[in-house]
């Protein structure tokens, strides 16, 4: 083949690109300002860049063909992996579906045929007394075509009513049974979850069998696993308990004497979509692996096994505080979901978490989905990231770890038997442990939450959600919980008191020398809502006199290495002599030199537990929590 000599080869001046020559260029950056004789090797460096995730599976920060050595497969065919059925091209690929739980009649109806109009392509509905109520559901579907947008109804209390309401409100329609669609929203281990009770799987062949009788098109089933991602579940025990749920699921109609093809049929998944887009590819890709291999073993027809999975923006990653970076996150959870394959997307509003959603935070939700899809053309490409060395390697070692926690669970006895030991609990309890750990020292980062605080925030005011039932299962979290709690006790005292907490910064030397350390400082005491006053330069008195002026009780040292060494032990000294009574350091104690014991009581560094530290912080200066 000749190579045609007007052709512009774009990488033609370059070497080879080879992993030795990157682990150099990496080591070169890693090793930048360090003292000869200590430089790190190339395992050390990629150490440093490795991550382990709360399942254990290691994050490494290159991945190549070694790290894979799979067949690819393809979309529609087992095991699956890579999408259930076969993408056309079509703009939008996936469902667009959007929660609606207002009381309101009036305003839930708007917000559907709202919703409709602008890009939704199915409607979901949550029915509870704090939620839209049973006996109004045809009122706020009445402007739904039932024949064209499938409608799903889910529930916290009373999964029974819920399905009951929409089968009246389909078989009154007037619309042909045999074309409406829909999921009625029955899944008897969710309600156990939630509530701590014995599971009850009673309901479920009833429903099954309504829906297999008189609408072919409605599924009676979900295994809904967002109440243990709610409660803190990992990505791998979260995939775990979906499939043992669905294993439940399928042992349980099949006793009742209906075909594995039928019962798997009436199952759809509900899972959780994160900010972590590559664990959410992931995830989706591990989930329909695992199911295919699990209605294979139960003598599914192959064309039967790909996992219907709806995928919804986990409500633990939303903030209350600076929630427009909400919208970050959602979409980033979209991506994932999309190019994971997911067969329905619900986005939930920026402000879910602090109250019920207005037009505008709708519109915003609605239109993350909708740009993704007709904009940026998301769907158009089956399994986008498949292929990928990273990808693929991690939705095997996610399927692995998760099909692990499965065998253990039957081996207990199962899914039900698992909730009713207890035995889900401690699992969750010991991922939340290691969780708050990453959290408090921001290994874990909340982007204007943790990390990136917006200076002068106020509390956002929402509409706010009707006071409902008591749920006695497994407590629903966020993450962003831990330092809510500090920013509303600091928002409680500036309003008791006509000014918020606050801690003085010294910021010693030049800007070039505290700069840095400054920014660094001023973002750890706004992770708390604190305020704080700044020196910048003076003598040690003068710096004293001016913290004692501003009433400080705490003060930061902020500077360069090179500033401390000269200024850090003098300056302490006359903030202690002037009445501060602690004085904390940006960086690390031995930038100070010889420090006497008690001058300097703590860092504010990399890696520090700035909960700890914003707690005690609260205790000094007397903010109420």
Aim: aromatic share 6%; glycine share 10%.
């Amino acid at each position: 083949m000749s190579v045609d000599p007007e052709q512009l080869t774009l990488a033609g001046a370059f070497d080879a690109a080879t992993e030795d020559r990157w682990e150099a260029e990496v080591l070169k950056v890693l090793n930048r300002g360090r003292p000869e004789g200590k430089e790190l090797s190339t395992e050390q460096g990629l150490k440093r860049l490795t991550t382990t995730t709360l399942d254990g599976i290691a994050i490494a920060p290159l991945y190549t063909r070694d790290d894979w050595a799979g067949e690819l497969g393809y979309p529609g065919v087992m095991p699956f992996t890579r999408g259930a059925v076969a993408r056309t091209g079509e703009a939008v690929a996936w469902g667009v579906r959007q929660l609606h739980e207002d009381p309101d009649v009036a305003v839930t109806r708007q917000a559907i045929l709202d919703d409709l109009e602008r890009g939704a392509t199915s409607v979901w509905l949550r029915v509870d007394p704090d939620a839209v109520p049973a006996d109004a559901l045809g009122r706020v579907l009445a402007d739904v075509q039932l024949d064209l947008a499938a409608v799903r109804v889910t529930s916290l209390h009373d999964q029974a009513a819920a399905a009951d309401a929409l089968l009246s409100v389909l078989k009154g329609s007037g619309c042909d049974l045999a074309v409406v669609k829909g999921n009625l929203g029955i899944d008897g281990l969710k309600h156990a979850a939630l509530h701590g009770t014995a599971p009850d799987l009673s309901a479920h062949r009833t429903y099954v069998a309504e829906a297999t009788a008189n609408l072919p098109g409605v599924i009676a089933l979900t295994v809904d696993v967002l109440p243990y991602d709610g409660a803190g579940a990992s990505d791998a025990q979260e995939l775990a308990f979906a499939i043992a749920t669905g294993i439940a699921y399928l042992r349980d109609l099949d006793e009742a004497g209906i075909d594995a093809e039928v019962a798997a049929s009436q199952i759809e998944f509900r899972v959780a979509a994160t900010a972590d887009q590559f664990a959410t590819i992931a995830k989706l890709r591990a989930l329909r692996r695992l199911w295919a291999r699990v209605t294979q073993e139960c003598g599914v027809p192959e064309p039967a096994r790909g996992a219907t999975i709806h995928a919804v923006t986990s409500p633990r990653m939303f903030s209350k505080v600076d929630p427009h970076v909400n919208m970050l996150r959602t979409t980033i959870a979209t991506f994932g979901a999309a190019a994971g394959g997911a067969d329905a997307i619900t986005v939930l509003p920026f402000d879910h978490a602090n109250g019920l959603p207005t037009p505008f935070s709708r519109r915003i939700a609605r239109n993350v989905q909708v740009i993704a899809a007709e904009e940026s053309h998301l769907g158009r490409v089956a399994d986008p990231a498949g292929g990928s060395w990273f990808v693929e390697s991690l939705t095997d070692e996610l399927a692995r770890a998760a099909w692990t926690v499965v065998q253990e669970i039957e081996a207990a006895g199962g899914m039900p038997e698992a909730l009713a030991s207890g035995d889900v609990a401690r699992r969750i309890g010991a991922t939340n442990e290691a969780r708050s750990r990453g959290l408090a020292t921001r290994a874990i980062e909340l982007t204007g939450v943790s990390m990136f605080p917006l200076a002068g925030e106020k509390p956002y005011a929402a509409k706010e959600r009707p006071e409902a039932p008591a749920l006695n299962g497994l407590e629903q979290i966020r993450d962003a919980e831990v330092f809510e709690a500090l920013r509303e006790a600091a928002w409680a005292h500036e309003e008791k008191t006509g000014a918020p907490p606050q801690v003085f910064l010294a910021c010693l030397g030049a800007q070039r020398d505290f700069g840095a350390r400054q920014g660094f400082a001023s973002n750890v005491v706004l992770v708390g809502g604190l305020g704080f006053a700044e020196s910048h330069g003076g003598t040690p008195e003068e710096i004293a006199a001016q913290a004692s002026d501003a009433g400080a009780k705490l003060v930061i040292l902020c500077s360069s290495p090179k500033v401390y060494a000269d200024q850090a032990v003098p300056v302490a000294q006359a903030l202690k002599d002037a009445g501060v009574e602690r004085v904390y350091l940006a960086g690390q104690l031995k930038e100070a030199g010889e420090v006497p014991e008690g001058l300097i009581d703590g860092t504010i560094a990399l890696g520090m537990d700035v909960v700890e530290f914003l707690d005690s912080t609260f205790d000094l200066l007397g903010v109420s929590r």
